[in-house]
């Protein structure tokens, strides 16, 4: 048990979800090395949203509110961190959510849905109506013929480079969440957000309810025109360049 007092408190709770996913069978070993990755990147940035973030995050949500057929692709991790969080977005978007798994096998994929519906997502598709898509040599190729394959807007947080690539070269738009803004998928990407998951996952639930039963195609268009993901990018590199500097010993 972690006490809320304790100055690691929020990192350590996300440790222990993750842990937990990875003893119910949801979160793969290599899962936990890759939220490591992550964590380093956080602490560079501050362990908070910065404002670039914020922006990409509403230009993300403005794409899946725009869309003719959205998808959230959720993998391992980011169902044990962030399922709440989903299903209280998807309730509000109606985004339906796909299973798309890096280390896939059908027990996973089932219990990774099993724990969606359980935490309150209803419309999960677990992928085995699949298509292969080219130039990917991960299972992550394996995509739902009703989902991801169908989708004009993919929301794919904690992507790996080789999909971001394949199905931004498919024409479709790709929003991602990556505390690493260095990485294939960040560069790739239509938008990412820069981000830790759960608090990239909240400010999209906070957006989303402003628009609630509104119809402002306009105002979200012109919220997607204005975005230029390089410089937003740049903006990351600008704080952890900062925060480098500024530390005296
Ligand atoms: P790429 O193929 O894009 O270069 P990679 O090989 O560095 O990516 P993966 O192992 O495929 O990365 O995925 C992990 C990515 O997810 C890392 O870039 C890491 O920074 C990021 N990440 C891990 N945990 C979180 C989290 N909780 N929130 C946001 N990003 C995270």
Known sequence: MVLEGHPRYKSLRLRNKLVDGYEKGITSAHGLIAHGRGEAFDYLLGEQTSKNALDATNVACAYLLTARHPILSVNGNTAALASEEIAEFCAITSIPV??????????????????????????????????????????????????????????????????????????????????????????????????????????????????????????LDTLKASFDNVQNLKTSYVIIQQRLQSLTL
């Open 98 to 219: 796909e299973v798309n798994l890096f280390h896939r096998s059908v027990k996973r994929i089932n219990r990774i849905a099993d724990y969606l519906h359980a935490h309150g997502v209803v419309n999960v598709l677990a992928g085995f109506d699949f298509v292969k898509l080219d130039h990917i040599s991960s299972d992550r190729a394996k995509v739902d013929k009703h989902g991801i394959f169908k989708a004009d807007v993919v929301f794919a947080p904690l992507e790996d480079g080789d999909r971001a690539q394949a199905l931004t070269r498919l024409g479709k738009v790709v929003l991602t969440v990556d505390l690493n803004p260095l990485s294939r998928t960040a560069v790739t990407s239509t938008v990412t957000i820069v981000d830790e998951v759960t608090r990239a996952m909240k400010n999209l639930i906070s957006f989303a309810k402003r628009f609630e039963g509104k119809d402002d195609q306009d105002g």
